[in-house]
T-cell receptor, first 116, second 112 residues
Framework: DTGVSQNPRHKITKRGQNVTFRCDPI?????LYWYRQTLGQGPEFLTY????????KSRLLSDRFSAERPKGSFSTLEIQRTEQGDSAMYLC??????????????FGNGTRLTVT | DAKTTQPNSMESNEEEPVHLPCNHS???????IHWYRQLPSQGPEYVIH?????VNNRMASLAIAEDRKSSTLILHRATLRDAAVYYC?????????????WGLGTSLAVNP
């Protein structure tokens, strides 16, 4: 178990550029989540996947944001035409859930995006 | 999901117990209480969760009030590594962690 891995750790981009982040969850985990966290705030839910299916998206996830999880393994989060307000830490988490059973979220250390 | 209220910050001395309070006066009968913590420059880390009864694990203890309107996370002997932001979160069932609603948490400082 190597934990949840996120790449890159830091990304600096100019406004208007597209960026893509990658998340590799714990291998046997069927759920994968994306959160966004700005300085001094708690994480905010963006979206989550059950295997390869994207089951829920937050209203925070504008049409410039898209997430995929092909084959139910790693996931990518793409932001098109970045804006300065997109500057934040993007956190990925995974868990293994069967029915109503409990499984805590396992988080990666995030990708910090700075839009200049 | 019901809202939680936590103090913005707390301070403790190394090797002393720490009691981190959380108020959740609008909790419903099916809400679980979760605690996560976030060390500097890291993602959040699960600490403990419970429903009605007090819970213990290797990291901490969770004491839940009889009316469930408040709970306390107990670190039995604080270490410098316990300096983090601690989040108290409610979800409507144990498996419903798909969109935990996070507040601002309590920033814990541990003095050597």
């Amino acid at each position: 178990d190597t934990g949840v891995s996120q790449n890159p750790r830091h990304k600096i981009t100019k406004r208007g550029q597209n960026v893509t982040f990658r998340c590799d969850p714990i291998s046997e985990h069927n759920r994968l989540y994306w959160y966004r966290q700005t300085l001094g705030q708690g994480p905010e839910f963006l979206t989550y996947f059950q295997n390869e299916a994207q089951l829920e998206k937050s209203r925070l996830l504008s049409d410039r944001f898209s997430a995929e999880r092909p084959k139910g393994s790693f996931s990518t989060l793409e932001i098109q035409r970045t804006e300065q307000g997109d500057s934040a830490m993007y956190l990925c988490a995974s868990s293994f859930v069967v029915g109503q059973g409990y499984s805590p979220l396992h988080f990666g250390n995030g990708t910090r995006l700075t839009v200049t | 999901d019901a809202k939680t209220t936590q103090p913005n910050s707390m301070e403790s001395n190394e090797e002393e117990p720490v009691h981190l309070p959380c108020n959740h006066s609008t909790i419903s009968g099916t809400d679980y209480i979760h605690w996560y913590r976030q060390l500097p420059s890291q993602g959040p880390e699960y600490v403990i969760h419970g429903l009605t009864s007090n819970v213990n694990n290797r990291m901490a203890s969770l004491a839940i009030a009889e009316d469930r309107k408040s709970s306390t996370l107990i670190l039995h002997r604080a270490t410098l590594r316990d300096a983090a932001v601690y989040y108290c979160i409610l979800t409507s069932n144990a498996g419903n962690n798909r969109k935990l609603i996070w507040g601002l948490g309590t920033s814990l400082a541990v003095n050597p």
